[in-house]
């Protein structure tokens, strides 16, 4: 029997055939760093959601979600990925079976399933972490079997930017199946200890609030068809237990529907927006019953890098996969609504979630501390430190990042400047050379112009220099990121330096099913200075009449060097470290 999740995974209870919303607002089980070390392991199993809609599952640790995971900077975390899931990995008879295999032949030939498979293998990334990407590392190509436990041992740098980060699957068949089923937990890279003193914000409550996303309606971004296309053996079981909701389709935060979160008047929180959503950005206010803003809020920082001051705001815009961090104060006692509205003409597909999040109780409470948010100074942002800018930095490469359909496809497929992912390198950068990548989208199908992606980048902040439009005012020119929406039908300009760990990185959109479609690209980062590996790759290349170029320091056509000189007044450096993992 599967075993249900309970605690905080219970989103609602069905009582007499009516449902207990707005439980008490509870936070995932906690594991936290000792001596420099976070040594855990993290189980794959099944399990059952019970909720408004209840469904069989992949969990980490018997949790929805999965442990949050605090370290601080120097630390180490040492995790087993435990897959106890069962074989096979897919309940389609192909090799033994001769009817089955006509039977998929005539369903993919029509395009009624690709692209998912292999739903029991999975794999740990550590998203927006600026850590080694060796063979223990966060390497992209690293899988685990059922009943397979696989070693991670990840490096968290002495000058690791501090905030919030978070972890999921990511094997290229079945990442969107499982993280949509919840599969996916926090990771938080404390704070120093005195970084907030002399602020008036030391010591407030802390939480995070990681949105996730039940569907049950769309065709090729829902649970079920992915579940049924993968040819998964767990059978999704899934039941809606009551009426109430917002269809087959709603958010869970922290996997509760509707919780009630509470704050005193005068106090100041601390909220961690977490986008762990499949299908949907999120606009996040706090508003009364006439549907007036009734709370202040302030975002001090973004995937997981502190701004240079904080910024106040009605409404909190998450792109797919990003953060928000957020200090919330509300100064009238009363009940009011967490929610997340749509902007006209801004998206289609997806769109912006509209609806409730939770309910928030504000209670009367003397407070006779109040804080000028607009003079709090934040921690610093370590590597990513607001006095470190690469606009004004020499560019190594110019190159154009084009997110598409694939008009030849009869199902759903996406592209990357023409590529459908096939785990094979699609491009090479060099180390600790500056980037700028133009990330734009093209239309190819009828039906594609209501089609919309965001950009996702593997192992290294980028920061924002351009963009067509900003539709949602989500950031500012200069800002460093890891996940970023790209406007409809436009495109966004970043820069970014891969430094400290060569290897293999991957970039890719984070709606779920149109990064499973295909919508992403392996990228090798090659250490230059390692003139053995160099000389290798560039006899390979010239063998297929290709010329790798990237350690060369002769101007490109286009005018810009290959290999960036140091410009000390155009980048501020943070605190040097010799080290370069792997040798590619």
Known sequence: EIPRV????????????????????????????????????????????????????????????????????????????????????????????????VKKAVRDA????????EPNVTSLHVHGL?????????????????????????HVRDDHPTGTFWYHPHTKDAAGLQELGFMHGALIVDDDTAAWDSTGLEGITDRLLMFQWVDFLHDFDNYTFMSKCSGSNMHTDFKKVTAGTDGYRYVTLNAQYLPELDIGTGEYQRWRFVNAISHAFLNISVVDKHGA???????????????????AQNSVFVTLGGRKDVIVQCKVAGSYTLYTYQKENVFSDPNMYGGSLAAVEVYSETRATSIDMTSVTLPSAGLYSNKRSLINSKVSSKQD???SDWKDAPTEYFTVNGVTYNGLVGNRIALDAVQEWKIMQKYETVDSDLTNHNWHLHTHHFQVTDASVNEVNDYDIGDWRDTINVP??????????????????????????????????????VNCSDNEIYNTLAMDAASFGFDISICSDDPDDDGVWATAPTDGAAETTASDDDSRDGRL
Request: proline share 7%.
């Open 293 to 311: 803003f009734g709370c202040d809020m302030w975002e001090i920082g973004a995937d997981g890098v502190y701004y240079a001051s904080p910024r």
């Open 488 to 525: 409809k039908g436009g495109w966004v300009t970043v820069r970014f330096k891969a430094e400290n760990y060569a290897g293999f990185l991957l970039h890719h959109c984070h709606v779920f099913n149109h990064e499973t479609a295909g919508l992403k690209q392996l990228v090798a980062v």
């Open 6 to 101: 309970t605690g905080v995974q219970t989103c609602a209870l069905p009582i007499s055939g009516s449902m207990i919303n707005n439980p008490p607002f509870a936070q995932p089980d906690i594991i936290t760093s000792s001596n420099g070390i976070l040594e855990t392991t993290l189980k794959v199993t099944e399990a059952r959601y019970e909720g408004p809609i209840s469904f069989n599952t992949r969990v980490y640790n018997g949790g929805l979600p999965g442990p949050t995971l605090v370290v601080k900077r120097g630390d180490k975390l040492k995790i087993d990925l435990a897959n106890d899931l069962e074989f096979p990995t897919t309940a389609i008879e192909v090799t033994t079976n001769s009817r089955a295999r």
């Open 130 to 154: 600026h850590t080694n990407v060796d063979g223990i590392g966060d390497y992209p190509l690293k899988v685990g079997h059922p009943k397979e436990t696989v070693p991670y041992e990840l």
């Open 401 to 403: 990042i084009i997110l």
């Open 110 to 117: 029509l395009g009624e399933c690709l692209p998912y498979s």
